[in-house]
């Protein structure tokens, strides 16, 4: 019987690393879904696509963009946060207490304007990324 025993515990260990395993690739900071949905605090927002240069007043509308946003920590050069946003520009992404740049790149703007945001301890900050199809 021994031996039986043995292979039920290496089966629950396997299923124990396993499950730990699947919870450090959820809360990797590639701007998960699932990492954004567990963190404390971040950013969260919608990409947006100038339909008309920036000089004309009237007539003009945004609408939203999938983009690939970045988070770069105040004063650092390498993102510390990824996510893609949704077809209609819609992102939520995890972030640490702090300073930060986000960064948009779109397939369907010549240029996003970067935004500056401070995200405090345990609230979700709103962001609105202005992309154009000209010049950013």
């Not at 100038?50 to 050069?77: K, L, M």
């Amino acid at each position: 019987m021994a031996p039986i025993i043995h292979l039920e515990r290496q089966a629950s260990l396997l299923a124990v690393v396993t499950a730990v395993g699947l919870a450090f690739a959820a809360c990797s900071s590639d701007g998960s879904a699932t990492a954004a949905a567990i963190a404390p605090s971040g950013v969260h927002g919608q990409v947006h696509l100038q339909s008309c240069p920036i000089s004309s007043s009237s007539g003009c509308g945004e609408r939203g963009i999938a983009a690939r946003i970045e988070a770069v920590r105040h004063g650092a050069s390498n993102p510390v946060g990824r996510v893609q946003a949704t077809s209609d520009g819609h992102f939520r992404l995890g972030l640490a207490p702090g300073r930060y740049l986000l960064k948009a790149i779109s397939s369907h703007a010549a240029g996003c304007h970067p935004a500056e945001v401070t995200v405090p301890r345990r609230k979700w900050i709103s962001v609105t990324i202005i992309c154009s199809r000209g010049i950013a």
